[in-house]
């Protein structure tokens, strides 16, 4: 579990793919406390450490993770959003975060707005109805405020703190970007679902 506020900026330095999947190897200051078991979200990707030493940590990511999020088209070199598992005790400044991609979306439009920056995004898939006004959203692993919806887009706003210590900062039109949903709209409809059969 996590909360969606990104911790650091980490750096793929290698990817070495297989038939069978992928490991990733990340530099990272956070690898330092790590160990070989721990979770670890990548760019909103609940991935698991499967070795660590003191700069960097490395991750197999299975087929599956790869078609369907955006880490099957990472390449060397590349910043990669990185949040620790939460630990009890520690302070949920986003929201609760799986770590458990729902879709890739598509950045179709970024304004300058004063201080912050807008993002338009397009939702995959009829994914737009576990989306609320003011309700949060994860983006690469950041935890959001859905500013603005209308079809299958809806609106984030991005602060300078956002911009600097993300990977949302270098997003333009065309960036996809891995996309979870509030789990509690999925709750919500599966309870009213069952509610809906033992009223028939």
């Known amino acids: 579990m996590f909360t969606g506020i990104v911790h650091e900026l980490g750096r793929v330095e290698t990817i070495e793919r297989r038939d069978a999947g992928a490991r990733l190897r990340i530099s990272a200051e956070l690898a330092a406390a790590l160990a070989a078991g721990d979770s670890v979200s990548v760019e909103g990707a609940c991935l698991t450490a499967a070795a660590v030493d003191a700069g960097a940590f490395e991750a197999d990511v299975m087929n599956q993770t790869l078609s369907l999020t955006t880490l099957g088209a990472l ?3 590349e910043a990669v ?9 520690d302070p949920l400044g986003g929201h609760l975060v799986q770590g458990h991609v729902d879709g890739v979306s598509e950045v179709v439009a970024v304004i300058e707005d004063g201080i912050a920056s807008r993002l338009t995004i397009r939702v995959p898939g009829g994914l737009e109805r576990y989306l609320v006004e003011r309700g949060s959203v994860t983006v690469a692993g950041a935890s959001l405020t859905v500013a603005g919806l209308e079809g299958d887009r809806f609106e984030v706003s991005l602060i300078p703190e956002t911009l600097a210590r993300t990977t949302l900062g270098a997003a333009s039109q065309g960036t996809k970007l891995n ?4 789990i509690l709209a999925r709750y919500v409809e599966r309870l009213l679902g069952f509610r809906d059969e033992e009223s028939t």
């Open 75 to 77: 390449a060397a070199g």
């Open 81 to 89: 959003n990185l949040e620790p598992a939460l630990r009890a005790g």
């Open 179 to 182: 996309l979870e949903l509030d």
